[in-house]
């Protein structure tokens, strides 16, 4: 009698029946129990039934933790969540905040089948961990905290994914500034890059081989000049959002200034004492795009080298031909819904932006309504068509500011960190249209925003 084993799946089932005249035979069956979440580990169960000579049957049964590694494909997918209170940030907007303490909250998830979230576990590690990203090899998660410290400066820090997927501290690092907004890994995996909001510098620190982080080999100010007073509001000074590693020659490192209406391109020599080299005689250190823009995050194309820049402020994506560092504007296209205008105030503008893995698809989030904005990529082979955008529709992110959203790796499903609203959305992705349909969400005790899958 089998029937009382529990399981959730048989992986595999071997019979064994060598002829008529064997004195035995096995039934072997291996089964797998997903055990609770939060253990992160299977059973694996032997069962072997044995028919002997003298007509009689013996049971045995074997069991052995399996633990799951970093990074293994499950039936579920992993990911974590930063959070950040902004009434303990730097930002003067938030100065009267009630809440003044900075949220020091990761949360960890796993998507199920049926598109549903269940957390396995928490850390208390970091103040204000507003943006995460994870190595190459999956096994170390680094946070920007945007938070500034006793010493006037913000912080990077590396936390180990446990088998269990449990966090654990490594180390933290300056920042080089203050505000930090957003983390990003080198192309290589040798590098963190760091992009400071409040002071408008980015830095570059090598990666141990543990993962933690060594001190910065290279920073960067950026420069501003002053802009017209209509602007002031949120442009004083330089604000840098984001900084990626080009995809195609990753030879290049792109940083989005929202505050000075730039795109800066910088070339990364990882093996020099000081990696961010200023732009080549062929290629500009920025462009500079439309007044009152405020570039804040960046897509790459995977298949056609086209760069998609997010401009917050007044919820516009530029599209550019990228080739050897050098950028090439084509297209200027508004995210908005007809008839709603763009909020310079209170960061309500847009937030993110996603390449589909299939390249058919673009999605960027507003805040000013709460909503994506979709749009179709253009395959024309024309070389100047390639890659343009044409709006599809939009739909509602499921909660309130929407600060930061992934799209799984087989382009099936997106989720999104709603900030305002303390909520995680799921929405499966329709492949043909593009269309998203919510399935689930969950409600956070801290402001959720990023979202990191693992």
């Known amino acids: 009698q089998l029937s009382d084993i529990e399981s959730i799946g048989v992986t595999n089932l071997c019979l064994h029946a060598h002829t008529v005249y064997t004195h035995y035979f096995h039934l072997v069956i291996m089964i797998w129990r997903l055990r609770y979440l939060h253990s992160r580990t299977t059973t694996k169960t032997t069962v072997i039934l044995s028919y002997h000579s003298s007509c009689t049957l013996s049971l045995t049964t074997t ?126 995996g040798k590098s963190l890059l760091a992009a400071n909001y409040g002071s408008g510098t980015v830095a570059v620190y090598p990666l141990s081989a543990d993962g933690s982080i060594e001190p910065a080999s290279d920073s960067k100010q950026l420069s501003h000049i002053g802009l017209k007073e209509e602007l002031q509001d949120r442009q004083e000074c330089p604000h840098a959002h984001q900084i990626m590693n080009d995809p195609y020659s990753k030879d290049w490192v792109l940083i989005s200034d929202l505050g000075g209406d730039k795109l800066y391109v910088y070339k990364l020599h990882e093996d020099r004492e000081e990696p961010l080299l200023q732009g080549s005689s062929t290629s500009p250190l920025h462009i500079q795009t439309k007044p009152g823009a405020g570039p804040r995050h960046l897509a790459f194309h995977s298949s056609m080298q086209r760069v998609y820049q997010l401009n917050e402020l007044d919820c516009t994506i530029g599209v550019y031909s990228m080739q050897n560092g050098i950028l090439k504007k084509l297209q200027l296209i508004s995210t908005l819904t007809e008839g709603v205008l763009p909020s310079r105030k209170g960061h309500r503008g847009s937030s993110d932006i996603h390449v589909h893995p299939n390249g058919q698809w673009l999605y960027c989030t507003n805040r000013v309504n709460h909503e994506f904005a979709i749009f179709r990529i253009s395959r024309d082979s024309g070389d100047e068509r390639a890659g343009l955008l044409t709006l599809v529709g939009h739909t509602s992110t499921g909660g309130e500011t929407a600060r930061n959203f992934a799209i799984l790796p087989d382009g099936k499903a997106l989720i999104v960190a709603n900030q305002d609203s303390k909520n995680i959305s799921v929405f499966s992705i329709n492949m043909d249209t593009g269309e998203l349909k919510k399935e689930s969400e969950v409600q956070t005790i801290h402001p959720p925003t990023c979202i990191c899958l693992v």
């Open 63 to 188: 069991e052995a933790q399996v633990p799951f590694t970093a990074g293994q494909t499950m039936s579920s997918i992993r990911l974590y969540v930063g959070t950040c209170n902004y009434g303990g940030t730097w930002r003067d907007d938030y100065k009267g905040a009630a809440d003044k303490s900075p949220s020091r909250m990761i949360y960890g998830y796993e998507l199920q089948p049926d598109h549903s979230l269940v957390k396995f576990t928490e850390a208390n590690l970091a103040n204000n961990p507003s943006f995460v990203c994870v190595s190459k090899d999956r096994k170390t998660l680094y946070t920007a905290n945007e938070f500034v410290e006793e010493n006037n400066y913000s912080t990077v820090s590396a936390l180990r994914v446990l088998d269990s997927g449990a966090l654990q501290y490594l180390n933290s690092q300056n920042s080089c500034g203050q505000g930090t907004a957003h983390v990003s890994i080198s192309q290589s």
